[in-house]
T-cell receptor
Framework: DGGITQSPKYLFRKEGQNVTLSCEQN?????MYWYRQDPGQGLRLIYY???????QKGDIAEGYSVSREKKESFPLTVTSAQKNPTAFYLC???????????FGPGTRLLVL | QKEVEQDPGPLSVPEGAIVSLNCTYS??????FMWYRQYSRKGPELLMY????GNKEDGRFTAQVDKSSKYISLFIRDSQPSDSATYLC???????????FGAGTRLAVHP
């Protein structure tokens, strides 16, 4: 089955700790995205990548970092600089020529 | 003012009702319009995708785009309890991959 997987489903972060969220896709999509979802605010773009070894900041990149070493993988690190990390994090992918994005199941990040 | 406005609801309807969900937007460059359905604690799934103005129908779902009014709608006929979810509109300009999302409308269909 083709699709997008995210892990873990739930993640707990201690203060001052960096944590990494995994996103893998087997759809052969070129572009991948990370969004943050907070109640009542819709989805906000954190980072996106259109090609391996290249990525761009979205609207709320501060406190986050990404890498794109493989076409299939786009991990997101929530650093200690992100002071309000509690949210639902969604990874998405698309073919560059398509206009639609397909989403993974999400990771819920909670702060201890 | 947000680029995309969507009433967060919640909207509660009886089973079998026709549901109308709406978004307004301010950017006249938007050409691609999408509706996503999101169940609680799950990722959004694409429901409908339309380009420019007009209607598109898929089963019980109809998407409408009125670019002159900067207004898009999703109609659900014969609504079912399984339609209870949050519905997100999304849109973008041509040749540019950034999607702009509405805040989502929570829908509850009760038996």
């Amino acid at each position: 089955d083709g699709g997008i997987t995210q892990s873990p489903k739930y993640l707990f972060r201690k203060e001052g700790q960096n944590v990494t969220l995994s996103c893998e896709q087997n759809l052969n999509h070129d572009a991948m995205y990370w969004y943050r979802q907070d109640p009542g605010q819709g989805l906000r773009l954190i980072y996106y990548s259109q090609i391996v070894n290249d990525f761009q900041k979205g609207d709320i990149a501060e406190g986050y970092s990404v890498s794109r070493e493989k076409k299939e993988s786009f991990p997101l690190t929530v650093t200690s600089a992100q002071k309000n990390p509690t949210a639902f994090y969604l990874c998405a992918s698309s073919r560059l020529e398509q206009e639609t994005q397909y989403f993974g199941p999400g990771t819920r990040l909670l702060v201890l | 003012q947000k680029e995309v406005e969507q009433d967060p609801g919640p909207l509660s309807v009886p089973e079998g009702a026709i549901v109308s969900l709406n978004c307004t937007y301010s950017n006249s460059a938007f050409q691609y319009f999408m509706w996503y359905r999101q169940y609680s604690r799950k990722g959004p799934e694409l429901l409908m995708y339309t380009y420019s103005s007009g209607n598109k129908e898929d089963g019980r779902f109809t998407a409408q785009v009125d670019k002159s009014s900067k207004y898009i709608s999703l109609f659900i006929r014969d609504s079912q309890p399984s339609d209870s979810a949050t519905y997100l509109c999304a849109m973008r300009a041509g040749g540019y991959n950034k999607l702009i999302f509405g805040a989502g409308t929570r829908l509850a269909v009760h038996p």
